[in-house]
């Protein structure tokens, strides 16, 4: 039998090879990590940590601005006139002292360089060459510039990777797509004193969500002076007078200080002579079974570079599953795809959902009821101003959850109670029997229960029982 340098080799230590290179080497495997740049990858350096404690001051910001008395005092905070430093003060605490312990059992190569196949069980980084017996590819993914016709002509372009090392809030910032990085981020800067404009070519943010959720966001954005473009295409984008000029063929001339790239993802595939290891690969990314094996057995594309859902979550788990798999003999395989996949966008409110949206239910020909229960209808968030959003609930006659959606205070929580329904087959009278802690938000979820039972005991022999029963 051939010798391997190590038992697993992962390229790339964000979520994905995190988890698979710390649990591996916890299970006594050998483990080498390549990371080009910083352990953690997008999602710990420039992705959901950065992004989320930025929209946490922006959030203080705006509570702290409702009340007259306190603007002065708030001035005087530097954070939040310049949030960026103290951000990646606590990135590198994190790298520095949390990421040494995690990583205490794991050969790691951090900074040194890319990796590359130069067949499919060695890499090479500079000028060491390691072999693996499995090698996993966690590559990730990088902002995609569409080829918008003077796109090139901005020096100054901010995406993602280079947002969070600002030095200085700018006045003003044009956002091209109104996903959840457009629209966590259009939020966190206007909160923040700078006026934020989203343009976009779907008919709501949030394209992938509920229509109404996007929408929903929509109006909350309106009233804090977010300005969003739907359904629009942009015909050029320029410097003029040192200001960005963005222009759409339905004629509107829009201008910031500054221009941030959020539509889309691009997987990290370049450079990585992947043929020389007989990996098979597209533009979308590196398709995978349900083991998250590629076409070559022993090498596994796992996250966000497969493409399948562009989450941290969904990296790790999908992590999990890859490394669990190759312990386990065939039978007692896992299949990654099998797994519901929650998510949440940060914003105020926070817009979770899982399981089928309305338009996948109305596609597939599904029929549903819907069940809702709103924060202004709940004591609890009446009495903590909470108001804004709700749950929404697709469910069948009997009660079978189809898919769920969450908007306002707790929903990234009380989307996971919706997540494991959906994927443990539990139903709506097991979540209305299931005791909630009150007052938490998450008794609307019961709530939801006892809507579905109020609706079915309105169907005409139930009834008739009923009555009967209480005679
Ligand atoms: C602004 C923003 C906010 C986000 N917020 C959230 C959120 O709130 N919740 C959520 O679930 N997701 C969020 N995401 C998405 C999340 O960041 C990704 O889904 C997640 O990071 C994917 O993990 P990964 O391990 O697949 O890849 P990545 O985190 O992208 O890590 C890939 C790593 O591979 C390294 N690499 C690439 N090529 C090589 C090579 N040849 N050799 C060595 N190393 C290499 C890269 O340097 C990188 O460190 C956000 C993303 C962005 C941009």
Known sequence: MQDYDYDIVTIGVGPAGMVISAMGAEMG???CAIEKNKLGGECMNVGCIPSKALLRMAKVRHAVTKFPRFQMEEMRVPEIKNPFPSIQEKLDFINVKKYAVKFAKVDKIVGEGAARFIDSHTVQVGSRKISGKRIFICTGTKPALPPIPGLD????????????????????????????????????FSRLSCKATIV???PHLLPFADRFAGEQLEGIFKKEGIDVYNSRAISRIEKKDGRVVLTTKE????????????????????GLDLEKAGVNYTPKGIPV???????????????????????????????MIALMNIMRPWPFKKDFRKYVVPWTVFTEPQISAVGMSEAEL???????????ANHEDYGAAIAEQVTDGGVRVYASKLGKIYGASVIGEGS????????????????LADIMLLQHSFPSMSFMNKSIGESWMMKLLQVSWIKRMMAFMMR
Not at 412 to 427: D, G, P, S, V
């Open 29 to 31: 495997l050998k483990v």
């Open 153 to 188: 002509s901005i020096d100054d372009i901010l995406t993602n990777e280079n947002l969070f090392h600002q030095q200085k809030m700018p006045e003003s910032l044009l956002i091209i797509g109104g996903g959840a990085i457009g629209a966590e981020m259009a939020q966190a």
């Open 200 to 202: 976009q070519m779907d």
């Open 251 to 270: 004629g509107d001339v829009l201008e910031a200080e500054r221009l941030l790239m959020a539509a889309g993802r691009t997987p990290v595939l370049d």
């Open 289 to 319: 079974n349900g083991n998250l094996q590629t076409n070559v057995n022993h090498i596994f594309a796992v996250g966000d570079c497969n493409s399948n859902y562009l989450f941290s979550h969904a990296a790790m788990h999908q992590g």
């Open 362 to 372: 109305k596609a597939a020909g599904i029929k549903y009821d819907v069940f809702e």
């Open 412 to 427: 990234a929580e009380m989307i996971n109670e919706w997540a494991l329904a959906i994927q443990k087959k539990i139903r």
